[in-house]
């Protein structure tokens, strides 16, 4: 009998968790996304929008994403080179480019790891109280400000005419606990009990606004690349979970679900025409280079600001596919015809330089320098680094500094390798593709079974994010690709993430330079670096810690058998170069320790990776 009461109560516990009458999308809608990274990774695999136009495959609506990591209700993230307040001024500027109709807001995570940041008292988490206020976050603070910006979206709606905007508030997903797979990652106890007082907040604030509130249940299988970020599939289960507590039907179309942390998969052509279109509205909000497009060096590249609105027209273009797609669909199903998967686009290579003369260099008496490898089995590098076996990657941009309207991410990893040993490289093979302005490459050799190939996985800076990719099955392309960290700045593409470097400490070195504000999620706490600097990120913890800052513009970083850390930096304006000394690093680990370790949480211990 007791049994049946419990059973009773979870049932009824999880048809609380329903809306009482399916949410509504009505023709003419303009959808919002809202929020932190959890919303942010929304636009990068789209299930949840995907599941949206499913579920009306009848009705015209538009779909926009302005999330960004790492963000407050205010707007902290999205201030750049101005105050922490302007921020909120910027995200009203955005807010009318769209002129939402219906808002999802999926805050809460960073605020709550922002509240461990400001108590931490860790110096290398950056709390940085001159910018950001003495008075630390809270659940409290957090109430009052997200009510301040939905009390903000409405008096827009208002003031542009509009007849009011429906609210769904999402919770942020609960901290998983990984350590079985990555013990160095923290406890998440005391995250979790002040993701539940923020929760609780979201929830309370949606009854007293009438909001719908939804919140993804805790799963058996790990759902989560670091305990707080979704996988590829962990947000194909918070969409479905999402839709289902929205009222939603599960649709017969939906992807089957793939092995946890698997990214490098065919999605449905729905799916795939979301994706494109979420891109296409990235380029066009929060531009790469926007110092040299609308800000103090437009004087510089100005003319190239006139390309941003050519991305209207592409996405409009883009909505009407996915209208298109969604209608086909329907139709299949009613007539009991199977969904086809997108055809995966071809990609097209720049095309290949003639080889061109040798420059003449001034050498000293003694000196040496000859022609290792040229075009066609490299083009436009921005960073290399060699591996065990004498292979040099390299990252390859033909699209830097900025994607033009029309273009598509075919920014490439390539290893170009001397096999036969002639002194001269003579193979180049494509590791990974699809990037986007990649500007730092790191590989790692992984364990490799007796006899097999030997099998490496790379990290990559590209854009906002710092990428993983791994070749699971050693057939020398990565078959896996992961978000490790999200929320680097852009707003100088010369200054972008680069110069991934591996210390002897077995930690990961990163350097941005002077124009680029950062800010990232991590299990640790919220990590802001608004300058330039340099980030280690350890692979077995997967704690981000400012090594150094106030930088200007540094390009490599080098270190002693001491441990002691040496940084070229430039300031060409005002005719300063030179090396200095930063600090020391912390003890040494072991390389195999180190390459145990580099592999995400969510995939370390998968059979692929064994």
Not at 49 to 76: C, I, K, Y
Not at 127 to 138: A, H, I, K, N
Not at 546 to 570: E, Q, Y
Request: aromatic share 8%; net charge neutral.
């Amino acid at each position: 009998m007791r049994t049946l009461i419990c059973l009773l109560t979870l049932v009824l516990g999880f048809a609380s968790l329903r809306a009482a009458e399916p949410f509504e999308i009505k023709d003419g809608d303009h959808v919002l996304f809202l929020g932190d990274t959890l919303l942010e990774r929304e636009g990068t695999y789209g299930y949840l929008e995907t599941r949206m136009h499913e579920q009306f495959p009848d009705r015209h609506f538009v779909v926009r994403n302005l999330a960004f990591s790492a963000d407050t209700p205010l707007g902290w993230s999205r201030a750049s080179f101005d105050p922490a307040a302007k921020g909120f001024d910027r995200l009203k500027e955005q807010l009318d480019l769209v002129k939402p109709t219906v808002v999802f807001l999926g805050y809460g995570m960073a605020a709550s790891l922002q509240e461990i940041t400001d108590h931490s008292g860790d110096p290398t988490l950056n709390p940085d109280p001159v910018r950001y206020g003495t008075e630390p976050m809270s659940a409290a603070r957090f109430e009052r400000e997200l009510g301040q910006l939905m009390d903000t979206i409405v008096e827009m709606n208002k003031a542009n005419g509009g007849a009011g905007v429906r609210f769904v508030l999402l919770a942020p997903i609960h901290h998983e606990d990984l350590r079985k797979f990555k013990p160095g990652l923290p406890d998440p106890s005391v995250h979790n009990k002040l993701i539940e007082q923020y929760s609780n907040v979201i929830k309370d604030l949606a009854q007293k606004r009438g909001a719908v509130f939804a919140q993804f249940g805790e799963h058996p299988v790990p759902q989560t690349e670091n305990g707080i970020h979704l996988t590829n599939s962990g947000y194909q289960t918070w969409a479905l979970d999402i839709g289902d507590q929205l009222g939603w039907e599960r649709n017969k179309s939906a992807e089957p679900v793939g092995p946890s942390g698997q990214v490098v998969q065919t999605p449905s052509a729905l799916r795939a025409a979301v994706i494109h279109k979420n891109a296409l509205f990235f380029y066009r909000w929060r531009p790469a280079n926007s110092t040299y497009l609308f800000g103090f060096r437009k004087h510089e590249q100005g003319q190239n600001a006139k390309e941003i609105p050519e991305f209207d027209p592409l996405i409009d273009a883009a909505d009407a596919k996915i209208d298109k797609i969604k209608q086909t669909n329907a139709e299949a199903i009613a007539s009991g015809k199977p969904i086809q998967p997108a055809p995966i686009p071809a990609t097209k290579d720049a095309e290949p330089v003639p080889p061109l003369p040798a420059p003449d260099f001034n050498l000293d008496n003694g000196l040496q320098i000859e022609l290792w490898a040229e075009n066609p089995l490299l083009f436009k590098p921005t960073e290399m680094n060699w591996d065990p076996q004498g292979r040099l990657w390299v990252a390859s941009s033909s699209l830097y500094p900025m994607i033009a309207p029309g273009g598509e991410a075919t920014d490439k990893i390539i290893i170009i390798g001397d096999p036969d040993h002639t002194g001269k490289a003579t193979k180049s093979t494509v590791f990974a593709d699809g990037l986007l302005l990649p500007t730092g490459v790191a590989p790692t050799a992984l364990p490799t079974a007796p006899g097999k190939p030997q099998r490496y996985g790379c990290f990559v800076g590209q854009s906002t994010e710092l990428l993983y990719f791994e070749d699971t099955k050693g057939s020398g392309k990565a078959d896996q690709r992961h978000i490790v960290l999200s929320g680097f700045g852009t707003e100088d593409t010369h200054h972008i993430l680069h110069t991934l470097k591996w210390g002897p400490d077995g930690r990961l070195y990163m350097d941005q330079s002077i124009y680029i504000h950062t800010h990232t999620e991590t299990p640790w706490g919220v990590v802001r670096l608004n300058a330039g600097g340099v980030l280690a990120w350890d692979p077995r913890t997967e704690k981000l810690e400012v090594f150094d800052r106030g930088l200007w513009n540094s390009w490599d970083t080098s270190s002693t058998n001491g441990a002691r850390v040496f940084k070229p930096m430039a300031r060409a304006r005002l005719g300063s170069r030179g090396v200095f000394r930063a600090r020391s690093l912390p003890p040494r680990k072991a390389p195999a320790e180190r390459c145990k370790a580099s592999a995400p949480a969510a995939i370390r211990n998968s059979p692929a990776s064994s």
